[in-house]
C-alpha cells in the first residue's frame, strides 16, 4: 500500500514550453502533497506544499508564477513548469502525506525527469 | 530553520560488514528526524523515523538510528551489509512530525563491495 506515481518518468521539452507533471497517490488520499526537486548530486529541496481546495504555499525563492500547482483531488496534484528555460532543467519529486500527527508518512514518488533545450 | 548534514558521500563496505552512515542535524526545536532509502529509478522509501518516543529507531531491512542529543545526531547502522543494501541514503529532518515538508541532507551512496 501507501503508492504514489508520478507522470511522465522523464521528458524533453523545448525552451519557451510549459510541461505538466503528475502525483497522483493511488491507495489512499493525501489532503497534503509536496513538490521537491533534486539538482544532480544534490539533496532534494523542498519547493512547495500543495494542500487539496487550496492554494499552494511556496518556499522561499520559488516563482510561483513559473511553477503552478493545482492539487484538485484528494489523489492528484499537478506542477506546471511554465516558459520553462534550460535552468529549470531537474528531477521533480512528489510525496503525499498519510496519518496524522506522529504518525505522519511521506510516501514519495519515483520523480520526474525534466530536461529543457 | 533546520538542517542536515551527511557525511561522506559515499560509503564502500564489504558485504557482511556494519554499515555506518552517519547524519547530523541543527534544529532550534526538538526534531523529528528520518532515513530515506532510493533504489535506482524508485521513489524514497522510509527506513525508519526518529519522534521521540524512543532514542533506539527500528527500521525496515534489518537498519536502526539513535538519537544522540548531546551530539545533533541521528546515524544509520546495520550489522551485516548485504549486497542488496546498496541505493542511496537520505537523512531528513521536520519540525512537524512529517507533516510539514522535510529538509534533506545531501545523500550517501552505499556501496557494497562483494
Known amino acids: 500500500g501507501a503508492v504514489v506515481s508520478q507522470h511522465p518518468s522523464w521528458v524533453i521539452c523545448k525552451s519557451g514550453t510549459s510541461v505538466k507533471i503528475e502525483c497522483r497517490s493511488l491507495d489512499f488520499q493525501a489532503t497534503t502533497m509536496f513538490w521537491y526537486r533534486q539538482f544532480p548530486k544534490q539533496s532534494l529541496m523542498l519547493m512547495a506544499t500543495s494542500n487539496e481546495g487550496s492554494k499552494a504555499t511556496y518556499e522561499q525563492g520559488v516563482e510561483k508564477d513559473k511553477f503552478l500547482i493545482n492539487h484538485a483531488s484528494l489523489t492528484l496534484s499537478t506542477l506546471t513548469v511554465t516558459s520553462a528555460h534550460p535552468e529549470d532543467s531537474s528531477f521533480y519529486i512528489c510525496s503525499a502525506l498519510t496519518g496524522t500527527t506522529h504518525t505522519d508518512t511521506q510516501y514519495f514518488g519515483p520523480g520526474t525527469r525534466l530536461t529543457v533545450l | 530553520a533546520q538542517s542536515v548534514t551527511q557525511l561522506g558521500s559515499h560509503v564502500s563496505v564489504s558485504e557482511g560488514a556494519l554499515v555506518l552512515l552517519r547524519c547530523n542535524y541543527s534544529?532550534?526545536?526538538?526534531?523529528?528526524l528520518f532515513w530515506y532509502v532510493q533504489y535506482p529509478n524508485q521513489g524514497l522509501q522510509l527506513l525508519l523515523k526518529?519522534?521521540?518516543?524512543?532514542?533506539l529507531v527500528k527500521g525496515i531491512n534489518g537498519f536502526e538510528a539513535e538519537f544522540k542529543k548531546s551530539e545533533t545526531s541521528f546515524h544509520l547502522t546495520k550489522p551485516s551489509a548485504h549486497m542488496s543494501d546498496a541505493a542511496e541514503y537520505f537523512c531528513a529532518v521536520s519540525l512537524g512530525g512529517g507533516a510539514d515538508g522535510l529538509t534533506f541532507g545531501k545523500g550517501t551512496h552505499l556501496i557494497i563491495q562483494p
Open positions: 526518529y519522534t521521540s518516543a524512543a532514542t
Open positions: 534544529s532550534s526545536v526538538p526534531p523529528y
